[in-house]
C-alpha cells in the first residue's frame, strides 16, 4: 500500500497544474481565478512527496484551505504567516477536502509583499524539477 501511495503522490507531482480533490484531479482553470480576503487561523505541516505547508484560512466564516510550498521555498521568499493575520489570496476553488474548501492558490498578498505559487499557466513555481 505505501509504494502504491509513494507512486500515486509522485503521479501527482507530475501534474503541477492540477490539484487531487476526493481522488479526482482538477485542472487550474485561469478564467475561474478569483480574489479572497482572509484570516489565517493555522499553517500546517504535510507531505505531498516532499514536506509542504498548507495554509488554513477563514474567509467569510468558512475554512479554506490552501498549499502555500515548502518552509524553503517561504524562507527563500521572506514569507511567513501567523494566527489572524489577513491575506488576499487569488486562486480557484478546487472543491471540498477534508478541512475545509480547497483553493488552488496562484498568489497570496500579505500587505505589500506577494507570494506567487503558480505561473500564468497554473503550473506551481514551488515544486522542485522531476529527474527525467
Partial sequence: MRVLLTAFTLGLLALPAAAQIS???VEYDA?????YRATV?????INLGLPALQLITDIGGGRHVCIVG?????????FSFAWGETVT????VAGPIEEG?????R???KGEATLVLKD???KSVWRPKLPK
Fill in 23 to 25: 481522488g479526482q484531479i
Fill in 70 to 78: 515548502t518552509a524553503a521555498y517561504l524562507k527563500e521568499k521572506g
Fill in 31 to 35: 478564467k475561474q481565478e478569483k480574489t
Fill in 41 to 45: 487561523l493555522e499553517v500546517k505541516d
Fill in 101 to 105: 474548501v480547497f483553493i488552488s492558490a
Fill in 89 to 92: 489570496i487569488t486562486g480557484v
Fill in 107 to 109: 498568489e497570496i498578498k
Fill in 120 to 122: 500564468k499557466e497554473g
